[in-house]
């Protein structure tokens, strides 16, 4: 029996006590050690120099988003109905 008020002691015996997350999630440490350094793969150079370039570009506005989104949904929509 769970019961959001506390028990009394003759009560105890029947309560269901649920551990905390923490007592059986892995720690930070623990979790680091199941996923080597070596499982993160590293960008080639050219990659590299190309992500650095993109982070340096300025981001899009939200009206830039939409448009975008807009254009790529009604293209999607043509092909459709062109193939159709």
């Known amino acids: 029996m769970v ?3 506390t028990a009394s002691a003759a009560d105890t015996a029947s309560t269901v ?3 905390s997350v923490t007592a059986w ?9 199941t996923e080597p ?11 590299a120099r190309v992500l ?3 982070a340096a570009l300025p ?7 939409f448009d ?3 254009s790529a949904v009604v293209d999607r929509i043509r092909g ?3 193939a159709g």
Do not use: H, M, W
């Open 3 to 5: 019961t959001p008020t």
């Open 68 to 70: 975008e989104l807009v």
């Open 59 to 65: 981001l899009p506005t939200p009206d830039e988003q």
């Open 17 to 19: 006590r649920v551990p």
């Open 25 to 33: 999630a892995p720690s930070l440490p623990e979790r680091a050690k």
């Open 80 to 82: 459709g109905l062109r």
């Open 52 to 54: 650095r370039e993109a």
């Open 37 to 47: 350094s070596a499982a993160v793969p590293t960008p080639a150079p050219s990659e």
